[in-house]
T-cell receptor, first 112, second 115 residues
Framework: QQPVQSPQAVILREGEDAVINCSSSKALYSVHWYRQKHGEAPVFLMI?????EQKGHDKISASFNEKKQQSSLYLTASQLSYSGTYFC?????????????FGTGTRLTVIP | DTAVSQTPKYLVTQMGNDKSIKCEQNLGHDTMYWYKQDSKKFLKIMFS???????INETVPNRFSPKSPDKAHLNLHINSLELGDSAVYFCASSDYSGGYTDTQYFGPGTRLTVL
């Protein structure tokens, strides 16, 4: 059930753009994006619920293609603070809880 | 104020011991979770609880037993610790809304090392 993310790792210079992809073999009802800095807890970035939905958060945005069972996270004009590991999470949809099945993670490093 | 807190932050113990990790949230959420993050950074759901009741146990060995005395607390007790249990354990909470929309807030994590 674990989604697959690509690339596994990426190094950017400040100001460059990046795309992180998340693919699932199962139907997606929602996609959650989190960022985890080294030694810290994952922090929520955004959630996408409908097919084709796009959301933005500062210079970080995401899209959700329900048919292709994919989501992509777009980071534009990257800043040093964007460094960290990005996880997509797909909701399990249990009654009473929303267990997230996280992807394999993408390690993003932004250098000056 | 810390929203989701865990204690201890670090736990080093010998194989075969029993240990507990505590989690508390002051967000008023009704659902809490335990996740395990291994050395390769894979983050995997273990348990979820809604209003003190177990919702799902994602194929976790029964050496792991969650206990929820009230909806603000979800503790994790581990019996007969094994080397493979070494990982970072994260507690999380959310305000379950009946769909897929709830945002989960994670605690700072507990790094467990089994020697």
């Amino acid at each position: 059930q674990q989604p697959v993310q690509s690339p596994q790792a990426v190094i950017l210079r400040e100001g460059e753009d990046a795309v992180i992809n998340c693919s699932s073999s199962k139907a997606l009802y929602s996609v959650h994006w989190y960022r985890q800095k080294h030694g810290e807890a994952p922090v929520f970035l955004m959630i996408l619920l409908k097919g084709g939905e796009q959301k933005g958060h500062d210079k970080i945005s995401a899209s959700f293609n329900e048919k292709k069972q994919q989501s992509s996270l777009y980071l534009t004009a990257s800043q040093l603070s964007y460094s960290g590991t990005y996880f997509c999470g797909t909701g399990g949809g249990q009654t009473g809880a929303n267990n997230l099945f996280f992807g394999t993670g993408t390690r993003l490093t932004v250098i000056p | 104020d810390t929203a989701v807190s865990q204690t201890p932050k670090y736990l080093v113990t010998q194989m075969g011991n029993d240990k507990s990790i505590k989690c508390e949230q002051n967000l008023g959420h009704d659902t809490m979770y335990w996740y395990k993050q291994d050395s390769k950074k894979f983050l995997k759901i273990m348990f979820s609880y809604n209003n003190k009741e177990l919702i799902i146990n994602e194929t976790v060995p029964n050496r792991f037993s969650p206990k929820s005395p009230d909806k603000a607390h979800l503790n994790l007790h581990i019996n007969s610790l094994e080397l493979g249990d070494s990982a970072v354990y994260f507690c999380a909470s959310s305000d379950y809304s009946g769909g897929y929309t709830d945002t989960q807030y994670f605690g700072p994590g507990t790094r467990l090392t089994v020697l």
